[in-house]
């Protein structure tokens, strides 16, 4: 009896042996979460520059949702689960917004919503406009940051009001400028990831510029 008394006070000792020794949760997110954004800035850039046709809008949407919302859903938890509360923040909410950009693009193109024809310009509006607000309040909220990361959301911000005037006045032209926008911020964010890149392969980040706002 005495035995067995000691085995059962012995079992959670051993337990909180093995969870101390455990390794906790380390490792860069953005190893992750830079590659799903770019992947799919790169495939709306091409639909954007015609690269498909008009009627090709979803050729996109494979990249959209399989890589690049779910390898930013993947990116934001492992960046909480590391106490990043700011790069979670907004890997988690670019998720929302390459995810609600493939769910609004389904949607209308399979008559989801009940959105009728004569409205179906205005919602994409709706959907441009709401996230130009979020990514206007994510710019300002970068000042602080090295630079190169302000000049990311200021760019995604310029592109995504190129996109809205190119939609609301059905100018296939100013769209096309909004692709090449989108191929500069995509740019900004490979660079952004062989900095996060060297770092963990042993090397030094590369230079991203002083911050706006110091104080």
Known sequence: MTTIDADAHSVPEVQL???AAAPAVTGDPALIGLPSFIVGSVALGLVLVGYVSAAAVGASLPIIIAATGLGLVIAAVWSAAVGQSAVAGVFGIFAGFWLSYATLVLGLTHNWF???AADALHTQGLFLISWLVIVGMLTLATLRLPVAYTVLFALIEIALVLVLIGTLQQSAGTLKVAGVV???FAAVGVYLFFSSASQATGGRALPLG?????A
Do not use: M, T
């Not at 002083?210 to 110091?214: A, G, I, N, T, Y």
């Open 17 to 19: 042996a093995a969870e």
């Open 114 to 116: 009940a959105v009728v």
């Open 182 to 184: 989108v191929f500069v």
């Open 210 to 214: 002083q911050p706006l706002v110091r």
